[in-house]
């Protein structure tokens, strides 16, 4: 089945260290998305990648790092100098010639 | 900035009624599209439903209709004869690119009671 795949569901992570939420996607989309959901914050945009090995940022990236060195694939590592990091990150992707976006399931991230 | 605005932390509504939820948005593009996303318990983002700004005609998706008013920038979405199943929480959102750069609203919880 096509989709988009996240892991690990959780994951927790001691101060100072860094983590990468992995997010794989077989729809064949060209672009792909991170973003950061807090309760009553609704969805903000961390990065962002349209193309292969190409990426912008989003509204919150400070803290975060991304890659696209393949299409199916989008890796978020949230560093230590991410301040607040606990929160759901949700992974998505859409094809260029539409216009919304499909989901993972999310990572709740937990600094321990 | 643009922005989207959904008034209504929570809502409640009785089985098989109606509810509208509000949205309004801030956008100086003339073209854009605008979503209405579902979030269940298990907090998968479902798309409900999808509006094109060039079209003058409301979105209708079986029980989901919205009411888009491009001048007042405003997109609401009324579900009718709500279920159980569609206690969510509903986020509106758009965007105005080519690729998906969805910005989203803050959400509205709706309780569905029997």
């Known amino acids: 089945d096509g989709g988009i795949t996240q892991s690990p569901k959780y994951l927790f992570r001691k101060e100072g260290q860094n983590v990468t939420l992995s997010c794989e996607q077989n729809?064949?989309?060209?672009?792909m998305y991170w973003y950061r959901q807090d309760p009553g914050q609704g969805l903000r945009l961390i990065y962002y990648?349209?193309?292969?090995?190409?990426?912008q940022k989003g509204d919150i990236a400070e803290g975060y790092s991304v890659s696209r060195e393949k299409k199916e694939s989008f890796p978020l590592t949230v560093t230590s100098a991410q301040k607040n990091p606990t929160a759901f990150y949700l992974c998505?992707?859409?094809?260029?010639?539409?216009?919304?976006?499909?989901f993972g399931q999310g990572t709740r991230l937990t600094v321990v | 900035a643009q922005t989207v605005t959904q008034s209504q932390p929570e809502m409640s509504v009785q089985e098989a009624e109606t509810v509208t939820l509000s949205c309004t948005y801030d956008?100086?593009?003339?073209?854009?599209?605008l979503f209405w996303y579902k979030q269940p318990p298990s907090r998968q983002m479902i798309l409900v439903i999808r509006?094109?700004?060039?079209?003058?005609q409301n979105a209708t998706e079986n029980r989901f209709s919205v009411n888009f008013q491009k001048a007042a920038k405003s997109f609401s979405l009324k579900i009718s004869d709500s279920q159980l199943g569609d206690a969510a929480m509903y986020f509106c959102?758009?965007?105005?690119?080519?690729?998906?750069?969805?910005?989203f609203g803050t959400g509205t919880r709706l309780q569905v009671t029997l």
């Open positions: 998505a992707s859409s094809n260029e010639f539409y216009t919304e976006a499909f």
């Open positions: 729809l064949n989309h060209d672009a």
């Open positions: 990648s349209q193309i292969v090995n190409d990426f």
């Open positions: 959102a758009y965007n105005t690119g080519t690729a998906s750069k969805l910005t």
């Open positions: 509006q094109e700004a060039y079209k003058q």
């Open positions: 956008t100086s593009e003339s073209d854009y599209y």
